[in-house]
Structures are given as structure tokens and as C-alpha cells.
């Protein structure tokens, strides 16, 4: 069964640094999503993204935060300056369909921001 | 705005008996429903989803959960607990059309004991 893949699985940082979390969505899908996980807290959208642009983006997803599409193939997120509230499970998403029934996540970066 | 409210953040059952993991939904318009769950450091697993057609819904690992609208509620089932359904369960809704995310809800850990 074709999967989500996220690298690397966890990354530790120091405060003020910059991380690039990347993912590789299934290759026939063109919705692309991240969403964070605080530890012990709920899952959260971040932003959703379509033929090359932000197509949504929640009031987390400030201008710390970047995606991109660079390639055929690699989904990213930056963070340009992490602080330490930024340590959490970040999961891709990708689905073949705008609607939200089709959606196949990542297993996740853990993040932590020391 | 679309939520979802999961009564119970913990939930403790014995193997072999019922479990009822309770999800109650708020949305301007009709939505898709679904059912996460998460497995200790793994990702987001889908276990079902509602999608407007037949109103219960069947999953996998013997899950099922069933759409009442007069009771704004999508609750999860499952006829009897296996120690490998100890997990977080988390209830999400979206819109059925446009560029959807996903509101999920705070999740619900279920405990099963021998």
C-alpha cells in the first residue's frame, strides 16, 4: 500500500535555528498537507497545499513557517527560527482529492527544540 | 467553524468487553467523520470514515461507528476490547467539499486491562 514518508523521524534543534522537515506524499496525489502534534495534546492543521501554492493556512502557520514543493516528489516545511513552544510531532498528509475523505498521513518528525 | 468534542480523555475497558468511545460533532454544513488512531510514537491511522452514504460505517479491527444527525454524533464501537486496541483514538470532522482539513478532536486513550 503506497505511503506517506517522513524524514527524519526525529530531529532536535537548537532554539533559533533553522529545520526543514520534509516529506515525500504518495506520488499520484496533489493535495498536500502538515499538521502539528504537541505532545499530549490534540492534532492541529497547519496548512494545505495545491498546484504550488498555500491554498489554507491556520493562524499557526505564521511567517516563521514555510512550504514548499521543490521537486516532482519532496514536500517540505521550514521553520526559520524555532523556538521551543515549536517541539512537537509534525505529520504530512496527502490525498488524491480535495475532499477531505482521502487524506494518507505520515508516521511524523518528532521535533524538539532545546 | 467546524469542532469535534470527545467526552472522556481516558477511557478504561476489560479485554473482551464493550468498547464506546464517544465523539459529538459541530458543523454549519454536512461533513465527513472520521476515526484516527494513533499507536504509541506511530502515526495516523484511519479506522473509518463517513462520507454521506450508509450512516453506519464499518472499519478496521472490528471498529464500526454510526452517524446521528439529530444527535450531532458519530460514536466508535467495537463489540469486545483485544489488549492490541489499547491506543489514542481521535474523532475528526471537515467539510465535504473544497480544499478540506481536518478539525480533530483531543483524542481519547483507551486502556484496556486483562
Known amino acids: 500500500e503506497p505511503e506517506v514518508t517522513q524524514t527524519p523521524s526525529h530531529q532536535v534543534t537548537q532554539m533559533g535555528q533553522e529545520v526543514i522537515l520534509r516529506c515525500v506524499p504518495i506520488s499520484n496525489h496533489l493535495y498536500f498537507y502538515w499538521y502539528r502534534q504537541i505532545l499530549g495534546q490534540k492534532v492541529e492543521f497547519l496548512v494545505s497545499f495545491y498546484n504550488n501554492e498555500i491554498s489554507e493556512k491556520s493562524e499557526i502557520f505564521d511567517d516563521q513557517f514555510s512550504v514548499e514543493r521543490p521537486d516532482g516528489s519532496n514536500f517540505t516545511l521550514k521553520i526559520r527560527s524555532t523556538k521551543l513552544e515549536d517541539s512537537a510531532m509534525y505529520f504530512c498528509?496527502?490525498?488524491?482529492?480535495?475532499?477531505?475523505?482521502?487524506?494518507?498521513f505520515g508516521s511524523g518528525t518528532r521535533l524538539t527544540v532545546v | 467553524a467546524q469542532s469535534v468534542t470527545q467526552l472522556g480523555s481516558h477511557v478504561s475497558v476489560s479485554e473482551g468487553a464493550l468498547v464506546l468511545l464517544r465523539c459529538n460533532y459541530s458543523?454549519?454544513?454536512?461533513?465527513?467523520l472520521f476515526w484516527y488512531v494513533q499507536y504509541p510514537n506511530q502515526g495516523l491511522q484511519l479506522l473509518l470514515k463517513?462520507?454521506?452514504?450508509?450512516?453506519l460505517v464499518k472499519g478496521i479491527n472490528g471498529f464500526e461507528a454510526e452517524f446521528k444527525k439529530s444527535e450531532t454524533s458519530f460514536h466508535l464501537t467495537k463489540p469486545s476490547a483485544h489488549m492490541s486496541d489499547a491506543a489514542e483514538y481521535f474523532c475528526?470532522?471537515?467539510?465535504?467539499?473544497?480544499?478540506?482539513?481536518?478539525?480533530f478532536g483531543t483524542g481519547t486513550r483507551l486502556l484496556v486491562s486483562p
Open positions: 475528526a470532522v471537515s467539510d465535504q467539499g473544497g480544499f478540506q482539513k481536518l478539525v
Open positions: 458543523s454549519s454544513v454536512p461533513p465527513y
Open positions: 463517513y462520507t454521506s452514504a450508509a450512516t
Open positions: 498528509a496527502s490525498s488524491e482529492r480535495s475532499r477531505g475523505d482521502g487524506y494518507t
